[in-house]
């Protein structure tokens, strides 16, 4: 890598140079560095592939292909599980269609499934299954906008089935039967995107493959599974706890890289003081995007604009829009949202003009990062760190793909975890990428999976111990059974019932209460939904929602019925949802004093509650703070914690009138920080400070998992105490603000409004720690 002279010509180059023009005075460039090109490693065909496979790849330009590839395509067509881990477009479907394919042509009755996390991302490969023109293949896809004749169709007649791990619970397994056919002649199963599959969806979807697996042996068909994943740590032990098979790892990627120019960006401080407490606070990440976005599209340089929710995305594009139809009308039309939620209709229309190059720019959540194969970019914006190395990789790797080096810039958000990465680059560019956590074991996801693989089936002692995980899997069935849930006898644990089935009631992606329909009350018009245990915090009465480029106030929410109901507006200003959280501890499962402080992991309770939302303007200016009464949340989860004897403090120049604030802040920090080491986004975490909790007697900070059971966050944290509490130290003190602000110690869901919260208290006790985790060694 080398640091970029911004004078200089290459591509990537000239399009920085147009965004520091576009910045003017305010330019927020703090880092920017060269990534090398890489040629391509071609090498041949196997001499297993039928001629006519072969030729078909040829037609649509694929003359040869790349070693990472064949190396990949070997193993599936042995018989080993294996997974490629190589970059974003680096051609991993070449690695599972062609052992596909080539069984396809020898054998006329094998069928494969083919599993991606979206729906986008499915039907963009079945297009390139298609259009590679063989007739024997028959693929057919299964989601849920497949009509009913075509689902029929489907199962009868299709050999390889494009679907997703909700239509596999939902549909397939709980109906085997009728899919007896397809199931007895499985030969592989293709998990695209696997590092997707993280946290408590990774959980879900890893004891969903046990369920498949456990089917198909009823029919006699044991497939062999090729997994695709961008660059994560470790990939073979990952998609071994994913499948719960031994699978093999091709991580060499022999694609070519035709280089990029990566930029670390901050968006300046805006001058007065309109954030909460008279905190300073930064453009908004998105505004900055959006600027960059139209300067972007005025170059003719397609750009993906990459943000975290999907009301940013909305509101991203509006801003380039807006700004476009000053400096360029005729290219307003070229920019549009991409994500999540849209009806059917909808979102394919907007796939289209995006594949066409009908759209220049784009505004998307990771529904692009996990979506189409979207080819020939110029340029990358990432609105946000998306919460790990390998997710900012791969939208990275969305911009070069066919053409000369390209633009990537990584736009800071008030938020500590991007102020750290843009002050220390080393954390990101050339750092290793991370590991993705999953625990199957978790028993809030363990139980309802066993109900459903009992409707399926009838579980034997022999899955309980060879499929499911032998006693965590048995501890769980005992409650099952004596909660009614299971019937237990000689032969097994049986589904009582011969006519309802569980799985509709299991929610795998979501927190398992289901979705919120978000509708418009004059037409009826559904216009999408939202997880019922976000909707609190998303769709409260009074909240701002956006939908395609469409503002909505929402005039009531209903979670009884699990209805939102929201009226056409266009205000000047956002929502932002605020909640209190209390932590009770249920046991101690780790525990460890080094001198003054004590550090444990364990089960706990956390009774949570939006209580309020405050009305901001676009630049975080603070209008009104509005209570709500909504009903308080109760979850059982896991947590890491310190504690710290408060003579320590005061030692260290914390007196207990500080210490409230002091603890506060460094548990906002922290929180925000805890992505930077455990695969999960700071809204999958909590956490609670108090100067005296009632289990240590101490003054205590808790940082807990937001998932029923826990989901792994807060014991990797516990894992790696010393060196995220060090970068939590470093953000805060980075921070150019002098008594706290967004980017350091203040929370956007802080139901205590920001207060107190004392910056360099926080520094001071996290000294304290960080010395007494040293001494301890």
């Not at 805006?270 to 995007?289: F, H, I, Q, W, Y």
Request: net charge negative.
């Amino acid at each position: 890598m080398e640091e970029v002279e911004v004078a200089a010509t290459g591509r990537g180059e000239l399009l920085l140079r147009r965004l520091l023009a576009g910045a003017g005075e305010d330019s927020g460039l703090r880092h920017a560095v060269r990534m090398p090109s890489r040629p391509a490693r071609i090498v041949s065909w196997p001499g297993w592939v039928p001629a006519t496979v072969r030729e078909a790849f040829e037609a649509r330009g694929l003359v040869a292909p790349w070693s990472h590839q064949i190396e990949a395509a070997e193993l599936a067509r042995a018989g080993h599980d294996v997974v490629v881990a190589t970059g974003t477009a680096s051609g991993k479907s070449l690695a599972y269609q062609l052992p596909v394919l080539a069984r396809f042509a020898e054998d006329p009755r094998a069928t494969a499934l083919y599993l991606a996390p979206t729906k986008a991302l499915a039907a963009d490969q079945l297009r390139s299954v298609e259009a590679l023109g063989l007739p024997e293949v028959r693929p057919s896809t299964l989601d849920g906008d497949t009509p009913t004749d075509a689902r029929d169709w489907a199962r009868q007649y299709a050999r390889w089935l494009f679907s997703n791990p909700d239509m596999l619970h939902r549909s397939v397994l709980p109906r085997h039967a009728r899919w007896a056919r397809f199931l007895r002649r499985l030969r592989y199963v293709v998990v695209d995107e696997c590092h997707g599959y993280r946290g408590v969806f990774g959980s879900h979807v890893a004891l969903l493959l046990r369920r498949l697996l456990r089917v198909c042996a009823r029919y006699g068909s044991v497939p062999t599974i090729v997994l695709a994943s961008a660059t994560i740590a470790d990939p073979a032990p990952f998609a071994g706890r994913l499948t719960g098979r031994p699978v093999r790892a091709v991580t060499d990627d022999g694609s070519p890289d035709p280089g990029r120019v990566v930029v670390l960006w901050e968006p300046p401080l805006l001058p007065g003081s309109g954030g909460e407490n008279g905190a300073p606070v930064r453009r908004p990440a998105g505004a900055e995007a959006a600027r960059m976005l139209a300067d972007l599209v005025v170059e003719d340089a397609r750009t993906l604009a990459f943000v975290r929710s999907r009301r940013a995305a909305e509101l991203t594009a509006i801003g380039a829009q807006r700004l476009l139809a000053d400096a360029a009308p005729e290219l307003v039309d070229r920019v549009a949202a991409y994500r999540g939620g849209y009806l059917p209709e909808d979102r394919r229309a907007l796939e289209a003009a995006l594949l066409s190059g009908e759209l220049v720019g784009v505004a998307t959540t990771n529904a692009l990062e996990l979506g189409m194969d979207v080819a020939g970019l110029d340029a990358v914006v990432v609105a946000g760190f998306p919460g790990t190395r390998a997710s900012f990789w791969q939208q990275a790797g969305r911009a070069g793909r066919a053409r000369e080096e390209a633009l990537v810039v990584l736009v800071a958000r008030d938020d500590p975890m991007d102020t750290y990465l843009v002050h220390h680059p080393g954390a990101l560019i050339g750092a290793p990428v991370e590991g993705c956590v999953l625990d199957p074991a978790n028993p809030y996801v363990l139980a309802p999976h066993l109900a459903c693989a009992a409707a399926e089936l009838p579980l034997t002692r022999a899955d309980v111990d060879g499929v499911f995980g032998g006693p965590p899997a048995a501890a769980v069935l005992d409650d099952l059974v004596a909660d009614g849930v299971l019937r237990l006898r000689p032969t097994g644990w049986f589904w009582p019932s011969t006519q309802d089935r569980p799985a509709g009631s299991v929610d795998i992606r979501g927190s398992g209460l289901g979705q919120v329909a978000i509708v418009e009350a004059a037409t009826g018009r559904m216009l999408g939904t939202v997880d019922a245990a976000s909707a609190p915090a998303t769709v409260h009465e009074g909240a701002v929602h956006l939908h395609r480029g469409e503002s909505y106030l929402v005039d009531s929410l209903d979670l009884d019925t699990g209805v939102a109901l929201v009226v056409a507006a266009d205000p000047d200003w956002r929502t932002e949802a605020r909640s209190t959280a209390d932590v009770e501890v249920v046991r101690v499962l780790r525990e460890q004093t080094s001198g003054p402080v004590r550090v444990s992991f364990g089960e706990v309770t956390v009774c949570s509650q939006v209580v309020a939302y405050q009305r901001r303007t676009a630049d975080g200016t603070v209008l009104e703070t509005v209570p709500l009464d909504l009903p308080e949340q109760t979850l059982r989860t896991r947590s890491v914690w310190y504690d710290v004897d408060e003579a320590a403090l005061a030692a260290a120049g914390v007196p207990t009138a500080r210490v409230p604030g002091a603890l506060h802040a460094a548990e906002h920090a922290a929180i925000g920080l805890l992505p930077l080491f455990a695969v999960c986004d700071r809204w999958d975490i909590g956490g609670m400070s108090t100067a005296e909790h009632p289990h240590t007697g101490r003054p205590t900070v808790f940082v807990h998992d937001g998932h029923p059971g826990g989901a792994g966050f807060a014991e990797r944290g516990h894992a790696v105490l010393g060196q995220w509490l060090d970068a939590t130290r470093s953000a805060i003190a980075d921070c150019e603000c002098a008594t706290g602000c967004p980017s350091c110690v203040q929370s956007p869901k802080c139901g205590n409004g920001n207060a107190p919260l004392d910056k360099q208290g926080a520094v001071l006790v996290l000294d304290v720690l960080l010395g007494a985790l040293a001494a301890q060694g």
